[in-house]
């Protein structure tokens, strides 16, 4: 039943809508013709007033319509918040063997080196985030999403492995920091959904207010999210401008730079400290 009698969703021809879609309606809304839409988007057109001094209840609801244009696809973000949500769950494996003993029986034992223990937590993540990302891709192809292609697939694994490494020395780094698991995971659901909503997985900068757009031209996730829908594109151009913030025009070189030059800080940042540790 709609909420309001001129609530109607307009669905063209040749779209496709994958499982888990919620698309809630106060006005008109429509997805044009050959639009793939991923698993677990949401589209609401509506929202409570924030004023202060009232209740949430009292408040008004502000509307606006939703378009989502000819030949649109949603699925980058799907792949990238894969690869994301794994390695910025990396260091809770480390924080438990922390918190039961199981580290300093590690660290008494005669190991060639102790920093194979982090080294061992990378590439497990990393093989981990990859595999769950080629399952999606694979699975998306086979629906018929499309496959970006040899050079592409290049550049989605080299884009994942730049993202997966920065954010899995983040991770780990906290694991070291924190006292418990409690505060990590604490950590882990405030970073996880703001940093998917704040970037530009699921709308581009142009539909966005001025202060979300800057958030989103800011947020890594939209390093890695640009260069992988553009590999599902077409001809892949790393010059081509893919990301047009509000403090100037992106290419694809720059994006990879960006997350090349993100990974080597976070590591360099968190050395001192896993050392430290680790001593």
Known sequence: IPPTPEATILIGDWSTIGYNVYIYAKSKNSI?????????????????????????REQSMATATITVGDDVWLGAGVIVFTAFSAALNAGLPVM???????????????????????????????????????????????????????????????????LVFAVTALSLGLAFALPGHIELIAVIFVANLPLLFASTALAPLSFMPAWLGWLAALNPLTFAIEPIRAAYSGPLDLSAVLLEAPYGNLTGQTCLLVLLVLTIGLFLLIRPLLNRKLS
């Open 32 to 56: 044009r013709k050959d639009c793939l839409i991923a698993p677990f988007c949401y589209f609401v057109d509506s929202d409570h007033g924030t004023e202060l001094g009232s209740l949430i």
């Open 96 to 162: 438990f063997d922390r918190e039961f003993g199981f580290l300093n029986r590690l660290l008494v034992a005669p190991l060639r080196s102790r920093s194979s223990i982090v080294l061992a937590s990378v590439i497990y993540i990393t093989t981990l985030s990859l595999v769950q990302s080629l399952a999606i891709m694979i699975t998306a192809s086979l629906l018929g999403y499309g496959w970006p292609g040899a050079a592409g697939l290049v550049l989605v694994m080299a884009t994942l492995l730049l």
